[in-house]
């Protein structure tokens, strides 16, 4: 393939997001001794879990602010099960965002494409994560040094889909629209947002999702592994 630049997404592309936050979140429960409050822990994540995705919907639309963003994922949770207790989820969410960027847990053959494209093209992270968080990630897996931009939605001042974060990424690099290519597992932020862009597309559908079957990226496929036989 001709591409000379590669942008790639990191939550849940590179850095396994969900066992990462799932492993964080179950420490801080365990911590604040409020199992008994939920059947098990599952429970609790999965009403977590839920509201979380609603409210980064309303935060990508510039409808709440990332502290109201972080205050009620924790206290929807709390709530549901009639603790009334704002502090408690204030803590939670500041502890959460403190413990979270320190877990390693990478995507299966993460490292291996980083290794891999490393030397061929100049790699770039597009994230909508905030900085403090993405940066800490990336530090504490040992990525950092892969990537000659770290492109991130609040610097940026623009989230996936828009294609202002892509444009934004594109103008770092000096690069076109048709030298490069996006990776990433989100068909509604990263496909949709490089298509937005002009950008070609690699959608990393590990679920095989079907209603995105309708919908084309340049190329799919279903794990790290086979994207490097890709490129
Ligand atoms: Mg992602």
Redesign the pocket.
């Known amino acids: 393939m001709n591409y000379k630049y590669v942008f790639i997404?990191?939550?849940?592309?590179l850095w396994d997001?969900h066992a990462n936050a799932k492993s964080t979140l179950h420490e801080i429960y365990e911590e604040k001794k409020i199992g008994h409050h939920y059947e098990n822990f599952d429970q609790y994540f999965n009403i977590y879990a839920k509201r979380n995705l609603e409210l980064w919907e309303l935060y990508g639309k510039g409808e709440i602010t990332k502290d109201v963003l972080n205050f009620e994922r924790f206290l929807y949770p709390l709530t549901q099960v009639g603790i009334d207790d704002p502090a408690l989820a204030k803590q939670i969410g500041k502890e959460y965002l403190d413990l979270l960027p320190s877990r390693t847990a990478l995507m299966p053959y993460a490292k291996e494409l980083l290794d891999y494209l490393y030397p061929k093209y100049p790699l770039t992270i597009v994230s909508n994560g905030f900085i403090e968080v993405q940066y800490k990630k990336l530090h504490s897996c040992g990525l950092e040094h892969y990537f000659t931009h770290v492109v991130l939605s609040e610097s940026a001042k623009a989230l996936k889909p828009d294609k202002r974060i892509f444009e934004y990424a594109l103008q770092l690099n000096n690069a076109t629209a048709a030298e490069t290519i996006m990776i990433?597992?989100?068909y509604e932020?990263?496909i949709i947002g490089a298509q937005n862009a002009g950008i070609d597309q690699v959608f990393l559908d590990k679920n095989s999702d079907i209603c995105t079957k309708k919908n084309p990226s340049t190329y799919r496929v279903k794990d790290l592994e086979e994207l490097i036989k890709l490129l």
Not at 9 to 13: A, E, G, K, P, Y
């Open positions: 997404d990191l939550d849940d592309t997001f990433g597992d989100s932020a990263d």
